[in-house]
């Protein structure tokens, strides 16, 4: 469905491009807005340290164990010898690499550090004496599936030095051969084997120049000249760039024909579209090109004003469509936009960047899993009041359909592997990844706390512990040693409310004053130890989307009408079989598939003047796991009625109806966490009560 580059066409490209690069070779990299912190020097603490725990003990921390995707990758075989995969991208291991190299550091947990050393181990070892990483010989070589191996290596590095000498030889074998291919026709990228889709390379090849650019960063060396020339092949050999697609009379605000042969499929798949979110930004770090900051804003701008969820996720059931709020959404997309978000700040510094950062792995990520992270979902919707065995497809089996692909029935079942394994694989990087861009240098004298929640932090600066309930609670207490002065930053969430925030050190109070750009507001902070408490003040509130409709936040946590909860649950299924029997053999009586029905009416409209937020009482804790149903205490209360309210193909609430007569009398509703609200209702018409 791509179209490949003509050999001609890439001739005349080099030619540019050699030139392009001549002018490059004298050229840095522009430099973080707030330079990352190596793996391993920040910690989570509190919630987050349980929510990571449980899911060590859960099905990302099991996988290695059973899951014949990972423990029986065609990666841990001589290449061409066999071995599992689920596509011919051989992507699955990788995914599992990169979110458990920094799960296990961040834990310190031994069994998962080995698990993680024996795979990179054997990656290494069956390294191809031309450099080639992966199980795929010559001619079927293609580079996407490396690029989440890539990034974990480098992580691995960063929390362990043993593995920095092997790893970057590895990388520069692997990158000097990747300059080959790139100028041998654009092999494995521009060109790729039969069965092998191109444009995913393509689409996200910012995050294999992430890595080069990782080792230009951190280790300079003779070879620098070619990691250019490669970094900029690899971009100059993409047809899709995202910064043509953000473009006026290119970008869709609305897709009106979302199937898999669209000719912008790639810039339509959920997936991509969050991974892309930070392609711009890695850019611009090597072409200079300062258009790219507002690029990337509207980039980001756009996504959410067209396809953005109420949670901070992205909309699109594998093809954005529009913001019928029945639309599907990959937990994939939820993970991948956190961490583009998070990078966006790191290199960008824009304030809202972070706090929708914060929205996605607050929100859309928990809410796809259950409470002990033993079963996620494929597909979340903003109105999903069931996510049960979802049969519309086999009584409409010549469509309409829902999804657009996600046939099945399982797509919003909680299980193993519904729908498709790439979620099993790739969700482990949600929590990890946003604790290691949760602190960022600020210059040479300052640390900023960027992406707020309990983390601790351990620089040459300082040790720096800060507890708090953040989301649930909006108060941080920082506690400081350090052995000279230097500079904190606290990030103030643009929803801050100033007369009700403060920063207070000993005896004396101070109100925030954030920087306009970046949020952060400065203390400064003398050697020795210190005790900091920040209170961000926080309103409710009711963000108006379409067709007089809202979404209900405190702070950044989303709030979504309790529907109640119903659940079934059976053997998991494989996904190619999503309506069999299930798998009777699997070695962990906790791998079931769910299925979650509501048991409270779901068909509500409310009013949002009275609107009112219960918060946590002094000295309340919070359960582990803290996204179960039922777990977090906080909530809010709103008086509403019920509507009369069709459903979509019969499976699903339709959109919103402009009809907002009562059925009955009018009564007290409660709105719980979305991340605990496994189903529910999050757009909510409004009704005047
Ligand atoms: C991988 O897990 C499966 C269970 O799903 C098990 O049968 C198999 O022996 C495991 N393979 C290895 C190499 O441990
Ligand atoms: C670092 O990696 C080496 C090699 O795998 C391992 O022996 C060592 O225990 C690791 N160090 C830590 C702190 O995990
Ligand atoms: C160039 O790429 C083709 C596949 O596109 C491959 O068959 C050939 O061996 C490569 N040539 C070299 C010199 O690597
Ligand atoms: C910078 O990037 C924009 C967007 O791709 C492009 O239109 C412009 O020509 C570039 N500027 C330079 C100097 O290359
Ligand atoms: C993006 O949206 C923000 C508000 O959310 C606004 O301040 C900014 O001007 C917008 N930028 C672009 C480039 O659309
Ligand atoms: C809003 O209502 C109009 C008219 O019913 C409908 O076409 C549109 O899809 C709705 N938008 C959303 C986001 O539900
Ligand atoms: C700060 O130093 C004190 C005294 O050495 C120690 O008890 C405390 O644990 C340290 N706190 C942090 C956050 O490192
Ligand atoms: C900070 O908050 C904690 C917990 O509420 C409290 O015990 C402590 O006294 C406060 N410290 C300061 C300096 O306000
Ligand atoms: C889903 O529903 C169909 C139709 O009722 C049924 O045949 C099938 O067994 C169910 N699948 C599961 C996994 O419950
Ligand atoms: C879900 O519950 C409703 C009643 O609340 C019931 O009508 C419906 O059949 C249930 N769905 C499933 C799949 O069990």
Request: glycine share 8%.
């Amino acid at each position: 469905m791509v179209a490949f580059f003509a050999a001609a066409a890439l001739t005349v490209l080099y030619i540019t491009l050699v030139t392009s690069t001549q002018a490059s070779q004298n050229l840095m990299l522009v430099p973080w807005a707030f330079e990352p912190l190596p793996v391993g020097s920040i910690l989570p603490l509190g919630w987050i340290l349980g929510e990571m725990q449980t899911m060590a003990h859960g099905l990302a921390g099991h996988q290695y164990d059973f899951y014949v995707y990972v423990n029986e990758s065609r990666w841990l075989q001589a290449p061409g010898t066999g071995g599992h995969d689920y596509s011919t991208v051989n992507e699955a291991l990788p995914y599992w690499f990169n979110g458990l190299v920094p799960l296990a550091y961040l834990l310190d947990d031994e069994r998962l550090k080995d698990q993680v050393h024996t795979v990179a181990g054997t990656v290494l070892n069956l390294q191809t004496d031309d450099g080639w990483l992966g199980p795929e010989v010559l001619a079927e070589r293609n580079f996407w599936g490396r690029v989440p191996l890539l990034l974990g290596l480098t992580q691995l590095v960063e929390a362990n030095s043993t593995w920095e000498a092997p790893v970057v030889d590895a990388l520069r074998s692997f990158m000097t051969l990747s300059h080959t291919m790139l100028l041998n026709n654009s092999q494995g990228h521009g060109i790729c084997p039969p069965d092998v889709e191109c444009s995913w390379g393509q689409t996200r090849v910012h995050d294999l120049i992430i890595t080069i650019q990782w080792m230009l960063d951190n280790y300079p060396s003779s070879q620098d000249a070619l990691l250019w020339d490669t970094m900029d092949m690899f971009y100059e050999q993409s047809k899709f760039r995202w910064v043509d697609w953000y473009q006026p009379g290119v970008y869709l605000e609305v897709v009106t024909n979302p199937t898999t042969k669209h000719p912008d499929y790639p810039y339509l798949h959920g997936v991509n579209v969050g991974q892309g979110l930070k392609a711009s930004a890695v850019v611009r770090r090597f072409n200079h090109n300062d258009s790219l900051v507002d690029a990337s804003m509207t980039a980001v701008n756009w996504t959410f004003l067209y396809h953005g969820a109420p949670s901070g996720t992205i909309l699109g059931d594998e093809i954005q469509r529009d913001l019928a709020p029945y639309m599907g959404s990959e937990l994939c997309t939820a993970v991948e936009t956190g961490y583009s978000l998070a990078y966006l700040y790191h290199t960008l510094g824009t304030n809202s960047y972070a706090d929708r950062a914060e929205l996605v792995i607050y929100n859309a990520m928990p809410v796809m899993m259950t409470g002990d992270m033993w079963a996620h979902q494929y597909m979340d919707q903003p109105n999903g009041p069931w996510a049960t065995n979802n049969t519309e497809d086999f009584t409409h089996p010549d469509g309409p359909h829902l999804f657009t692909t996600a046939h099945s029935g399982a797509a919003t079942t909680f299980g193993l592997e519904p729908q498709y394994p790439c979620c099993t694989v790739n969700h482990p990087q949600g929590y990890p990844k946003f604790v290691t861009h949760s602190w960022g240098y600020v210059g040479d004298n300052g640390l900023a706390h960027i992406l707020l929640g309990p983390s601790m932090v351990d620089t040459p600066l300082a040790v720096i512990e800060c507890d708090t309930a953040y989301p649930f609670d909006n108060t941080l207490q920082y506690t400081i040693n350090s052995s000279k002065d230097f500079d904190l930053y606290v990030r103030v969430p643009s929803w801050f409310t100033p007369d009700t925030s403060s920063i207070r050190i000993g005896d004396s109070s101070s109100a925030l004053q954030p920087d306009p750009e970046t949020g952060l507001h400065r203390i400064r902070v003398s050697s020795g130890s210190t005790t900091i408490n920040y209170t961000i003040g926080a309103a409710i509130r009711a963000e108006t989307r379409a067709n007089n409709t809202v979404a209900v936040y405190y702070g950044n946590l989303l709030y979504a009408l309790d529907v109640g909860s119903s659940v079934k649950s059976s053997y998991p299924h494989a996904y190619y079989d999503a309506q069999g029997e299930g798998l009777d053999y699997l070695p962990f009586p906790e791998l079931r598939d769910y299925y979650v029905n509501n048991s409270k009416a779901w068909n509500v409209a409310i009013d949002p003047s009275t609107l009112q937020y219960h918060g946590l009482g002094g000295g309340a804790t919070l359960p582990t796991p803290i996204f179960e149903y039922g777990a977090p205490p906080t909530y809010v209360t709103v008086q509403g009625c019920e509507i009369a309210w069709g459903l979509y193909l019969g499976a699903t609430p339709d959109l919103v109806p402009n009809d907002r007569t009562c059925l009955g009398g009018s009564s007290t509703y409660r709105l719980i966490p979305y991340g605990s609200a496994k189903v529910h209702m999050s757009e909510l018409p409004v009704v005047e009560l």
